[in-house]
């Protein structure tokens, strides 16, 4: 029962700090950014809008290297060496504190893709639409030049709609964004035991800045590059899409499939560079 209580401890701890805070009232402010226009848009022609805008937000290239900039930040104190953690590694020993850590990197993950949905849908306040259905609002954005009228910061494709349905479409976002934001997150954490810290936020970083690349080559070249780029990967409204003949954004089974392994193996190399790594005690940020 005491891992789940230290576990609990440490989540807890991580989400109610001053780094969190920055985070989530970044997110939310480029979120309403986002959303503020589709406001716009239910209150001229009277529909409110369906509370799914979410996916097509973070499919959008700029929203996902802001947004990706804020977790880069986020964890850029791995490997979390402030000296209240020196007594938590004393009491629980190396390995079992790393366990922690990384269960702890993948419930912020998961909060942190959760906060963004939320808001999303608070941004719409009073004109959202509490529905299974994307609405009459974001089939009009779809179908017309509506989006474009009315300045939408994001694109709403048709086939993605006729692909998803709305809450399969966000409930997958939320998935595969979890997933490469623990990715980052591990892969930060194991950078800076194998390296220094430095490095962890150049890697994290360059895998930010990828996104444009892959949006801006040839998409013949960009099919393939994208299999190596998970912050592509966000942009689930593109899945089974074709550009110019190729798809842009890897297979659903192949993207799980790759995030899976990715966190396996960067969860092995911290828990054996753990044992061995000396300790850099830093004041509490």
């Given at each position: 029962m005491?891992?789940?209580?230290?576990?609990?401890?440490?989540?807890?701890?991580?989400?109610?700090?001053?780094?969190?805070?920055?985070?989530l009232v970044l997110l939310g402010f480029v979120t309403y950014l986002y959303v503020k226009p589709v406001v716009a848009f239910s209150q001229e022609v009277h529909y409110k809008a369906?509370?799914?805008?979410?996916?097509?937000?973070?499919?959008?290239?700029?929203f996902i290297f802001l947004f990706m900039l804020g977790i880069v930040y986020y964890f850029s104190d791995v490997p979390f060496m402030q000296y209240y953690n020196m007594y938590q590694v004393i009491r629980t020993g190396r390995r079992n504190w790393a366990i922690v850590q990384i269960a702890a990197i993948m419930g912020q993950s998961f909060f942190i893709m959760a906060f963004g949905f939320l808001a999303s849908v608070l941004c719409l306040g009073a004109h959202c639409e509490l529905?299974?259905?994307w609405g009459?609002?974001?089939?009009?954005?779809?179908?017309?030049?509506?989006?474009?009228?009315?300045?939408?910061?994001?694109?709403?494709?048709y086939e993605a709609m006729q692909r998803f349905e709305p809450l399969e479409l966000a409930a997958l976002t939320i998935c595969i964004g979890?997933?490469?934001?623990?990715?980052?997150?591990l892969l930060m954490f194991a950078a800076s035991l194998v390296f220094n810290r430095n490095v962890a936020?150049?890697?994290?970083?360059?895998?930010?800045?990828?996104?444009?690349?892959?949006?801006?080559?040839?998409?013949?070249i960009a099919q393939k590059v994208s299999m190596f780029v998970p912050v592509s990967w966000m942009r689930t409204t593109n899945i089974a899409t074709k550009v110019h003949g190729s798809y842009v954004v890897p297979p659903v089974g192949y993207m799980l499939t790759a995030l899976a392994v990715?966190?396996?193996?960067?969860?092995?190399?911290?828990l054996w560079k753990v044992k061995r790594v000396e300790f850099q005690w830093n004041k509490e940020d």
């Open positions: 005491y891992p789940v209580k230290y576990f609990k401890q440490v989540l807890l701890g991580k989400i109610f700090r001053p780094r969190t805070y920055v985070l369906a509370p799914w805008a979410f996916p097509f937000i973070v499919s959008n290239i700029y529905t299974l259905g009459k609002l974001l089939h009009t954005s779809a179908l017309t030049n509506a989006a474009e009228h009315y300045g939408f910061l994001f694109s709403v494709p979890s997933l490469v934001i623990c990715f980052v997150g936020v150049f890697l994290a970083a360059a895998m930010a800045t990828a996104v444009y690349f892959v949006e801006n080559i040839h998409p013949l990715g966190i396996l193996v960067l969860c092995m190399i911290i």
